[in-house]
């Protein structure tokens, strides 16, 4: 819905008209019964305020903070947890239950802080509302606040102010407006007051400032059209606050993980039950708490801490590769991402404008170097050109250099702007060249100047030097300065202007997307000190033509490959026009460089359409906010899991709806930010493969960390329902289970969050995310390492009792025997299928290495002192037990590994 459609604010209409851009400037005032030369008059104000509602952002309905918290309690394994938690209080183990819900807690309160950050990037709209506006009341122009506002006011805008409402522009002077936030163009765009076509599509509205907007040059007087929710900005806050966040992947499989973890705990509880009173003859009470036992076992307490831990570590990693994640379930998404959208501008591309090509009369030259550091060379046909050796070139980079009204600076070793990004291009060129700014405008210096205007679309400088010469230099559109040219040069001198050459090498530079300007000169006498039109309005001498643009970043195209072979699909979504975006999408990878969609052309398409031709298609220009959306949307209709980038509102929306949200940190506004779940410090898409990389590490540890804790607590369990079915005493009491469960979590399962990343983790295709994680291989794993676990464990305990050990003296010697089984069982874990018999399978993770000797240390205390002895039932064992325990759990390691290799083999 656009600013020109009719819209209920305060239970009143705003303004209706068919399209503002496309009405003149008469009909446009005559329509919102304004006048151009009295502007509104103060009770007029006063009643359309109270019909159309002050110009500000609503703010949208918010849950209380209690609402918020409570909320986060509805989840099944929250459900689960705290189940373990009544579990452990009936167990009089208050510790445990002490650190269940802490985790409970502390999970709630993470959630209801990512809930608040997300509403920030509703409040960061709001926040880019100009404050202050210069209209006109009762014929004089007064500064008032901003949301006083209303649609009929006359507006004057200059260069700095911010665009307060949406203004349909009546009186231009050179304008030009930073639009970025709306259309993602790296370039000023220029404005003018005529009438334009009802099928212009936002970004290509050049009569039209829209708020938010920024105005870099000129200045103008527009009449408002639309205020408050009813402008461009109004429309994407509201549909960034309709847009549907979706589950992460990791969540959707946790749930379903612990869904079926309940329902298995559940029957096999009910069984232990019922077959211990009815086949044993045991009593309720003490089935009762054997099947609390054997729930207690099987539940994974420690897992959602350790879920927690790693994708916190993957957090701390990533910020070390200038990735900051803001929400962190995103960690793990990231390495389920299937296709990347990206912005074009300082994402893929540098945002520095750098001249590629020049063209002379005869001569063509290819530059390089590339943004705004001025180092580089000309080069002709593969060889290195001296400029000093040739003239024709020397003059034309003098003429763009002394033609020119922006600055280069070096800050702290790199090389800022400040000016026009083309004219900084034009600098940089010069300097390449070997030509010093300072020193040339000491040697010509400007005498007079006709600055750039939309309506002539040229920039012309009048320059003496010290030696009695003066001459002209003009640059500007091609095809207007070829208008006034009726020489060119060469060899030196002047001779007729081939038209059609020019014209030709003018389509063939920009049918690469790239920008071009034609440089020409004038010899003018001496004496001669002002510059008019009629100076430059004929018999000009065409120098040559410089095109340039905004070059990708080598590294970004390293990472388009890598995401390539990594089975990502790359896809370029950006407002810049589509010659542009073709070409810097061939140069990179992403698509074939002659197919492109225009958002137009989404226009046509139902969602149904738009799902098969977004599959097809690599690129796509001159998109809106809406076009982003219902690409994002279309993608993930398909199955694909989706990471959007964008630093502008205008992507605002599509980055909130993508699986992963990724931000511009440095060009990005705060509501791009405040929209996603990552944001790159340093604006390079290089970082989004690197942080992919690591997703896909996170979740490797994450699967590793379950196919660790899922089989020891299977041990468990069949331990305690293989002694109910023998009519047996239990192996493992519930106390010392919990025992087990949390000392292991928080020293095993805990250290494979530090594994580092497989070998083959970017050259594999992206996990399905609709695989579950409780996959076939898992629960494979967990029953073939649990039914080891419980035939050395149960098999030693029987072993002892059989013996004539006591009952204490044999649980001591399960328990320990259960942990060094975790430990052997640790080793094993650190890779899925590859063998851990080598030195980096063994030693390649200092932390396993440190939490196996914490996890020693425990247990002899857990074994020989004598408050632990009294707490858990233990008693002190000998080192000929130790021996035996080592033997007999070092067995798990040994079939685990053969289990691979045979894994392995049927692979091949």
């Not at 977004?614 to 398909?638: C, G, I, W, Y």
């Amino acid at each position: 819905m656009s600013a020109r459609e009719n819209i209920v604010v305060n239970n009143v209409d705003q303004p209706v008209t068919t399209d503002w851009h496309a009405l003149d400037n008469e009909a446009v005032l005559t329509q919102l019964n304004s006048s151009e030369k009295k502007g509104l008059s103060q009770s007029e104000v006063l009643t359309r305020q109270q019909n159309y509602g002050l110009n500000r952002l609503p703010a949208p309905p918010k849950k209380s903070l209690l609402q918020r918290f409570l909320l986060q309690f509805h989840n099944i394994l929250i459900y689960v947890l705290m189940a373990a938690g009544v579990t452990t209080a009936i167990l009089n183990h208050w510790i445990d239950t002490a650190v269940i819900a802490a985790v409970v807690i502390v999970n709630a309160i993470i959630g209801v802080v990512q809930e608040g950050k997300a509403e920030k990037a509703l409040d960061a709209i709001r926040n880019m509302l100009s404050h202050q506006a210069m209209v006109k009341r009762d014929g004089a122009f007064v500064t008032t606040p901003a949301e006083q506002l209303v649609p009929g006011d006359i507006v004057t805008l200059q260069s700095g102010d911010k665009i307060p409402a949406d203004i349909r522009l009546v009186n231009v002077h050179d304008l030009r407006v930073d639009e970025a936030i709306l259309t993602g163009e790296s370039l000023p765009n220029e404005k003018h007051d005529q009438a334009m076509s009802s099928s212009t599509v936002v970004a290509d509205r050049a009569n039209m400032a829209y708020s938010g907007t920024l105005v870099t040059y000129g200045h103008a007087v527009g009449v408002v059209v639309a205020t408050g929710e009813h402008t461009e900005i109004g429309r994407i806050n509201k549909m960034l606050s309709d847009v549907e966040t979706l589950e992460t992947p990791l969540i959707r499989e946790v749930d379903q993980l612990a869904k079926w973890l309940t329902f298995a705990v559940i029957i096999l509880a009910s069984f232990t039950f019922m077959f211990g009173v009815w086949v044993h003859d045991y009593s309720p009470a003490e089935m009762f708490l054997a099947a609390v036992g054997l729930a207690v076992a099987a539940i994974p307490e420690g897992l959602p801490a350790i879920m927690t831990i790693t994708l916190a570590i993957g957090v701390q990693q990533m910020a070390k590769r200038s990735a900051v994640i803001r929400r962190l379930p995103a960690v793990e998404t990231l390495g389920s991402v299937s296709i990347i959208c990206s912005d074009k501008t300082g994402t893929l591309t540098r945002n520095e404008m750098t001249v590629r090509n020049i063209q002379l009369p005869q001569q063509a030259f290819e530059v390089t170097g590339s943004g705004y550091d001025p180092h580089g060379s000309f080069q002709n046909e593969g060889q290195e050109v001296d400029c000093d050796q040739t003239p024709a070139l020397q003059e034309l980079v003098r003429a763009v250099l002394l033609c020119n009204d922006a600055t280069l600076i070096q800050k702290e070793g790199a090389w800022q702007l400040a000016g026009d990004p083309t004219e900084g291009a034009l600098i940089t060129l010069a300097m390449k060249a070997g030509l010093d700014p300072n020193f040339e405008k000491e040697e010509y210096p400007r005498t007079d100047i006709i600055p750039f205007e939309s309506e002539h679309r040229f920039m012309a400088t009048l320059h003496h030097d010290h030696k009695g010469h003066a001459v002209v230099y003009l640059k500007g559109a091609p095809e207007r300065v070829l208008e006034m040219c009726q020489w060119q040069r060469h060899e030196g001198c002047a001779q007729a202007i081939d038209q059609q050459y020019w014209l030709n090498k003018m389509q063939e530079m920009a049918a690469q997307g790239q920008r071009v300007l034609a440089i020409a000169s004038k010899a003018v006498p001496v004496e001669h000190i002002e510059l008019n039109f009629d100076d430059v309005g004929n018999d000009l001498c065409l120098l040559g033509l410089v095109a340039m643009i905004d070059p990708p970043r080598e590294e970004a195209t390293a990472a388009v490959k890598l995401c390539h072979t990594a089975g990502i699909r790359v896809k370029m979504i950006t407002g810049d026009h589509v010659e542009t975006a073709k070409s810097i999408g061939a140069q990179m990878g992403i698509g074939d460089g002659t197919k492109a969609l225009t958002g137009v052309e989404i226009e046509r398409l139902s969602d149904e359409q738009l799902q098969k031709v977004v599959l097809e298609t690599d690129v796509f220009a001159r998109t809106s906010p809406e076009h982003k959306l219902r690409l994002v949307t279309a993608l993930q209709a398909t199955g694909r899991v989706v990471a959007m980038t964008g630093d502008g509102v205008n992507d605002a929306p599509a980055l909130r709806r993508a699986d992963v949200g990724i931000a511009m940190g440095i060009n990005g506004t705060e509501v791009s930010k405040e929209a996603a779940e990552m944001v790159l410090a340093d604006d390079n898409f290089a970082t989004i493969a690197r942080a992919v990389e690591e997703g896909r590490t996170v979740y490797d540890n994450l699967k590793k960390a379950i196919l660790f804790i899922l089989p020891t607590n299977a041990g468990e369990a069949l331990s305690i329902l293989a002694a109910i079915l023998l009519g047996k005493m239990l192996p493992i009491t519930p106390v010392q289970i919990l025992w087990v469960n949390m000392i292991t979590a928080v020293t095993l399962a805990l250290a494979l969050a530090f594994e580092p990343a497989e070998k083959n983790v970017m050259s594999r295709p992206p996990r399905d995310p609709k695989a579950p994680l409780l996959s076939g291989f898992l629960v494979w794993r967990s029953l073939f390492v649990g039914l080891i676990l419980v035939t050395g464990t149960f098999g030693l305990f029987l072993w002892y009792r059989e013996a004539g050990a006591s009952l204490e003296y044999a649980r001591t010697i399960a328990v320990n025997t259960l942990v060094m089984f975790e430990i052997f069982y640790l080793f094993s874990t650190r890779y899925f299928l590859d063998s851990v018999v080598n030195k980096a399978g063994i030693f390649g993770n200092r932390i396993a290495l440190y939490a196996i000797g914490v996890l020693l240390v425990f247990q002899m205390l857990f074994t020989y002192t004598a408050p632990m002895q009294s707490l858990f039932s233990t008693t002190a064992i000998s080192l000929s037990d130790w021996a035996l325990i080592l033997l007999v759990s070092s067995s798990v390691f040994v079939i685990v590994e053969l289990e691979k290799l045979f894994l392995r083999s049927r692979q091949k």
